[in-house]
């Protein structure tokens, strides 16, 4: 079957503009993830949604960052004012039921502010 | 001090050497574990969990010490196909998932 997919896969972008990253999970995954991964770095955590809810919203670095999941699929993260330091890989992620399910990751989004 | 560390390397083995990766987690109350693989420019994938009584997968074995609070990778006869970063993740409960920031291996002929 399909994986995650997400889109554009490469977005090249002017500081202070918006960005919106897509992504598609697995269908019938109930989860799905957000992180981030700036140049050799570790994954940074950013939102978590159960079905439509975000319970966790604690990763997003600052409140240019906004994410939402409709129909209990798919998500897009917004980021407003993008700023140099945006620039990384979006990682998107979805599991069948919660947080001890198996991620699968899509391919990511690579983010370039100049 | 960061909630998931690991030694960056890179390991440089060669083919049919064995490797080991250790991993520690500052949360002792975390409930779930797993090794992840990254090859470059890849999104991650899952290798395998980690265990309380310690697994295995063909050449690859993780552990687990939960009173010392690390865990372990370790691969036997290496494969030049093994060569990527490994991650480790730990779960401290709740939704949020931790990633360390891998370590990188490369195998060579």
């Known amino acids: 079957g399909a994986g995650v997919s997400q889109s554009p896969s490469n977005k090249v972008t002017e500081k202070g503009k918006d960005v919106e990253l897509r992504c598609d999970p697995i269908?019938?995954?109930?989860?799905l993830y957000w992180y981030r991964q700036s140049l050799g770095q570790g994954l940074e955590f950013l939102i978590y949604?159960?079905?439509?809810?975000?319970?966790?919203k604690s990763g997003l670095p600052s409140d240019r960052f906004s994410a939402e999941r409709t129909g209990g699929s798919v998500s897009t993260l917004t980021i407003q004012r993008t700023q140099q330091e945006d620039s990384a890989v979006y990682l998107c992620?979805?599991?069948?039921?919660?947080?001890?399910?198996?991620?699968?990751f899509g391919p990511g989004t690579r983010l370039t502010v100049l | 001090r960061k909630e998931v560390e690991q030694d960056p390397g890179p390991f440089n083995v060669p083919e049919g050497a064995t490797v080991a990766f250790n991993c520690t987690y500052s949360?002792?109350?975390?409930?779930?574990f797993f090794w992840y693989r990254q090859d470059c420019r890849k999104e991650p994938k899952l290798l395998m969990s980690?265990?309380?009584s310690g697994n295995e997968d063909g050449r690859f074995t993780a552990q687990l010490n939960r009173a010392s609070q690390y865990i372990s990778l370790l691969i036997r006869d290496s494969k030049l196909s093994d060569s990527a970063t490994y991650l480790c993740?730990?779960?401290?409960?709740?939704?949020?998932?931790?990633f360390g920031a891998g370590t990188r291996l490369f195998v060579k002929a």
């Open positions: 992620a979805s599991s069948l039921a919660g947080p001890t399910d198996t991620q699968y």
């Open positions: 269908s019938g995954h109930t989860a």
């Open positions: 949604f159960q079905g439509n809810s975000a319970p966790d």
């Open positions: 949360n002792s109350a975390s409930q779930s």
């Open positions: 980690v265990y309380s």
């Open positions: 993740v730990v779960r401290p409960g709740g939704f949020k998932t931790i």
